[in-house]
């Protein structure tokens, strides 16, 4: 093994000179009075290698002597991850022992001693190749695969298979030998280098089907495709972290990772607390139950928090490669972008805009493209969805992250700090946002089929009143009340209309916060019907209490049971209201 | 801080610039403390053995001769009770006149807490400000700042906020105070009758700008001392962190770095985060919450230091002088403190979150009202109601100079919503109306 000698110390970019190859992203061990500091190749020139240290390198000196490992940042991949909370070097938080993180102290992301009920899905004989499914054991709800490592190239055959029974992940429970005859023990363990994509699957199609977040402005408005890419950019306080905590409850997702990077710690810690006792609105079990939390808030180490999106998703490949629907929230990922602009300053690199490093784009670009909805070489599918939050410096969506990030997701959620502040949450801008998916052919037709027929064109009309509502109110506001039509009032209060009804959406109110598609149906339908009656006012002062009422009336049929008695009442009582000024 | 036996000492300075000096050693650890012709020192570079160092109070003066003494260990501060009551500089040296502290030594700037280890805050912080206890109320473990304008009475209104809390230690960590806003809050301490829970580390406007460096992680590590050691509710005071940040800006300069937004350091979010993150609620009852000043020029929200304030923090509190009652009030349309909901309705009275609610927007209508009045447009009735409630609901409500319970407050919001406009108006809750609407 290379080993080498600290020559450089600036924050955590250490300069080592080393004695022998090192290659590009490769791990090292920093020996710091015995406290070993883990360290990642990100540079190398002659015989110094630049390293990126995950860990503080206060008291660091020169002479400090220097490991290397031959492996890249791994994570260790196996039964046992769901419910863990790790961070973002896949540690698991709950293994450490003290009050504070210590320097050095690095825990085991599975449980060695824990016990699974194997029951093999392969027999010997049988040729396989990597991520072809061996067995499964149960890991809460879920069936978990366990595959021939990604790592292992080529064709094998099965030398023998364990029958079924109970493991520790360490035992072998089968054995694959190659064409030459090379015999290749496995047990349940298996790592991946989190900066290279997994890509044992037979294809790739466009995502077709719409997944379903509970979240009307998404679902309704701008629905996101299973397998499908969005980002929420969004200034402080606008609503992202609410937006993505409502969304990791109601997803139809079998598998939630939520990856904190280099957000607040009190967030973290709510989910900690919640989710072990919230339920699962699919299953009824909770919500921790299939979830999985990487952590790197804001005052870990920079370096680490880079590395938590790499992690989490690396994960989110793994449970995907057992054909399983899993949603990856990222928060955020400017953070994330920010620690690389650290770094490359620090080694002096020719900045971009903003300082941000010039190659950012491809970076986004290519964390993006690891999502998608695949078919396995079985056949079955499986897909990860995955949102961003992107916080813009200044509330300006012109700048490099947001930019790289627009050419990277389908979908485009900018929360409005005006929406915010009038406290229209979730804060969604219902004109700028939209989704790429509702122009595929294939979701449409699924949208069609699957909501209701003639859904889409439902959504556009939506979409449409929103514009004209906007259009009308613009000219109100130079014109005046009284110097426009009566008829721009009435296209003002009809977006209101939707607004208040569809977009908005209470995310602390139990029935308002997640909202089942089929129900969204029903509401928009209603709505669109009350848009198209013609109702007759004698002056614009006649529209602001009338209207104000139909919202009351409805906000009460979307705080009720969907059906319900009372809701049926509100409704009945709305309809009431609306024959007041039907047009005779 | 005193140096101790087998110190490293060099007289031989290769390179000096306004804030850092260079010199060939060896044996150097990262972020070591040193003197410099007695003057504090914090290695932040080394290369090979040529080890640049940050002089705290600036670098007039000093020759290539100067006398470099290594202390072998990073800054410190030595923790005990015996920190009550004390006022200290940036380096934690006495500046009260009294005798040393005697205690464990603790580094400054140490490792973050375990987040599985932390507790959800949930214990709710009193301050009879009703722009803070009913439209934003604090929790303990909460990090939050003031956004003011440098014209604004922020400190005295922080210093209000301090002294009518339950807290247990108020630390105070002034960066860049002016003279007399020391004396203000020393006097303010004094006179209160609570001096011994009261903990200072000052930098004041006559002190070299870098030492501000060293306050905020001064007065965070007494604060954890008494969280964690005797489970205190600590109450961290910094004023102001934008002259905090200012002293960044210097040293990255000095240091050739590729400045970022607003020529602030790239690194600016990741440090401030290291300082507000320090906030913390303890499950076994200690709380660390920090309460800030961020002055902001113009009241430019955009620029790079309120901006990254507030991706970090739990929320901002703005200060703004209502013409209308000539006092100062805490914004409630701008204002928000997003911990508010763990502890509203919950540990306070159930119609707290709905009364809160419909104020702020009973109150933002008469902000538009007004927009409509100054661009020449009629009023209606409506219009005109909500402007003579907001009038109201900031001068028995809002000004800074009220000091009642939350109960009170939601009584009288509910008298002046009566007063004002019809239950239809109001919008609340059924179960909460047939409460507290009075029959006529
Ligand atoms: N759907 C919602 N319903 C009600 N209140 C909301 C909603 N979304 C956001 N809020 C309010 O806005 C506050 C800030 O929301 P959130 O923490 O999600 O913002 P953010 O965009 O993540 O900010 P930051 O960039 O600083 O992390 C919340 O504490 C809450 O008070
Ligand atoms: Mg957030």
Redesign the interface.
Known sequence: MTKGIVTGIISNLVHVEVDGPVSQNEICYIDLHGVKLMAEVIKIAGNTAYTQVFESTRGLQPGCTVEFTERMLEVKLGPGMLSKNYDGLQDDLNKMDGLFLTRGEYTDPLDEHSVWHFTPLAKAGDAVQAGDWLGSVPENWINHKIMVPFKMEGQYSIKSIAAEGDFQITDTIAVLANAEGAEFPLNMIQYWPVKLPIRAYASKPRPFKMMETGVRTIDTLNPIAEGGTGFTPGPFGTGKTVLQHSISQNAEADLIIVAACGERANEVVELFVEFPELDDPRTGRKLMERTIIICNTSNMPVAAREASVYTAMSIAEYYRSMGLRVLLLADSTSRWAQALREMSNRMEELPGPDAFPMDLPAIISNFYSRAGYVFLNNGTPGSITFIGAVSPAGGNLKEPVTESTKKAARCFYSLSQERADSKRYPAVDPIDSYSKYLEYDEVKEYLDGNIAPGWVHDVLTAKDLLLRGKEAKDQINILGDDGVPLDYHSRFWKSELVDRIILVQDGFDPVDKSTPIKRQAYMLQLVLKICREELVFANYEELQPYYTRLINGLRQMNYQEFQNAKFKEYEAQLMAIVAERRAK | MAGTAFQKIYTKLNQITKATCTVTA???????LATVSGRLAQV??????SVTLQIFSGTEGIGTDAELVFFGK?PTLKVSDQLGGRFFNAYGDPIDGGPEIEGQEV?IG????????????SELIATGIAGIDLNNTLVT??KIPFFADPDQPYNQVMATVALRTKADKIILGGMGLSNDDYLYYKNTFESAGVIDKIISFVNTTDDPPVERLLVPNMALAAAEYFA?EKNESVLVLLTDVTLYCDALSIVSNRMD?????DSMP??L??DL??IY????Q?PEGGSITIIAVTTISGGDI???IP?NT???T???LYLRRDTDIGKVIIDP??S?S??K?KVMGKRTRADHPQVM?AS??LN?DAVNAKTKMENG?DL?DYDERTLKFARDYAEQILAIDVNVDTDQMLDTTWALFQKYFTR?EV?IKDEFMQLYWKKA
């Open positions: 060896t044996g150097v650890g990262y972020e070591e932040v570079k080394i290369m090979g053995n990073p580094e140490g490792p973050s807490v375990n987040p599985v280890r932390r507790k959800d805050p473990g909460q964690i770095q590729i400045p970022s937004k790239g690194s979010y990741s985060a290291k993150e320090k906030a913390v303890f955009t620029h790079a901006d507030g991706y970090i739990e929320g901002q349309a701008r928000l997003r911990l909901t609610s702020v927007r933002s447009f209606s239809e919008a």
